[in-house]
């Protein structure tokens, strides 16, 4: 008996320990310095000639100086948009969102996260550091004289809906909120993530995935979406792919957690129409949708001929340059005009 004990002892420790290593390599290859690739599909902001206004500014966030991008003509704006992006990507990549507002005279302020793009920082270090960087950007804006006058909203997608979300907790002066498909709390959606590698195994890695965020990000190491609507009390909007397959409508999402939240002021959009209804499709028209994912199955067939799939730059950028890029950013007019109708209201009523 004794011995039995001994190898379960063995066999526990081993589970953990094997928990423990897949959790730090899961958390160094999904937050490492990111760089969007130089040709994509997307439209990226040289694409509009000179149809728009943009400044490049830089604000601190921590240790790190993160840079941001003020779009638009913000002395004529009726309000001022803060975007932030989803993981792995950036600014330039929802260009078609941050465009459609624009031409609705909302001046944009985004940027880029921690160790993205243009920001500095070895490593995004988790899922909780996008709230802390949104506050770092608001804190800038809130100073910032060309645009410290406007009233403002938030918008994000995923890892931004959360920072629009759980951020609302730093008490900024912020009339309205929307998050497109956002999580509601990052260990289960970091456990989910792990589940769909490892299958029930990855259960065992959250008391680990708890630990490292609470090693990394102290007192902030569990921020809940529900809970940053709830305590700020303001408009909220939350709109979700119902097949969204990455963070699931029914499951990890804010909307999943709708009971949670005591807010009187929160609005639901969920997006139905099969073809657009994912991850990040649903901003898409249904042609641009159909279009775009042609495309994406067609690299990745241009891939299978590479190496680990590392296709050349220079086939990269012939690949690319042969799409219309005018159709496979076609925006979704219907549902961006759900949000602007949002926005127009709660700034109405401020």
């Not at 439209?43 to 149809?51: A, E, I, L, M, T």
């Not at 002395?75 to 609705?104: M, N, Q």
Request: aromatic letters at 14%.
């Amino acid at each position: 008996m004794r011995l039995f004990f001994i190898l379960l002892l063995i066999f526990l420790a081993v589970l953990a320990l094997v928990g423990f290593v897949f959790t730090e390599i899961m958390f160094k290859i999904s937050y490492r310095a990111y760089q969007i690739e130089k040709y994509s599909p997307m439209k990226h902001f040289c694409d509009y000639g000179n149809k728009y206004k943009r400044e490049i500014v830089h604000f601190q966030s921590g240790e790190n100086r993160l840079q941001g991008y003020i779009f638009g003509e913000p002395e004529k704006a009726k309000a001022l948009i803060v975007f932030s992006h989803g993981i792995w990507s950036g600014p330039e990549e929802y260009l078609t969102i941050i465009t459609w507002f624009l031409d609705r005279n909302y001046a944009v302020f985004a940027y880029d996260y921690t160790a993205y793009n243009g920001s500095e920082g070895k490593r995004a270090n988790g899922l909780l550091q996008s709230p802390l960087d949104q506050c770092a950007a608001l804190d800038f804006i809130e100073s910032y004289d060309k645009v410290k006058h406007l009233k403002k909203v938030t918008l994000g997608h995923s890892w931004g809906a959360y920072a629009t979300t759980a951020g609302l907790r730093f008490d900024h002066d912020i009339v309205a909120a929307c998050a497109m498909s956002g999580f509601n709390d990052p260990v289960k959606i970091s456990v989910e993530t792990a589940k769909m590698m490892l299958g029930p195994f990855g259960e065992l890695n959250r008391p680990w995935i708890w630990l490292i965020n609470r090693v990394r990000f102290g007192k902030y190491h569990r921020m809940l979406a529900v809970d940053g609507i709830n305590h700020a009390g303001i408009p909220v909007l939350l709109t979700h792919g119902r097949g969204d397959d990455f963070i699931r409508y029914d499951i990890s999402s804010i909307v999943s957690a709708r009971e949670q939240i005591t807010n009187p002021n929160l609005e639901i959009y969920t997006v139905e129409e099969e073809g657009r209804f994912g991850h990040t499709d649903f901003f898409l028209s249904l042609d641009a949708s159909k279009y775009m994912s042609s495309i994406n199955k067609e690299f990745e067939e241009l891939k299978k001929k590479y190496k680990k799939g590392n296709v050349p730059e220079e086939v990269r950028k012939e690949f690319f340059e042969k799409v219309d890029k005018e159709r496979a950013n076609a925006p979704a007019e219907e549902f961006f005009e759900v949000i602007d109708d949002f926005f127009t209201r709660a700034l109405e009523e401020s």
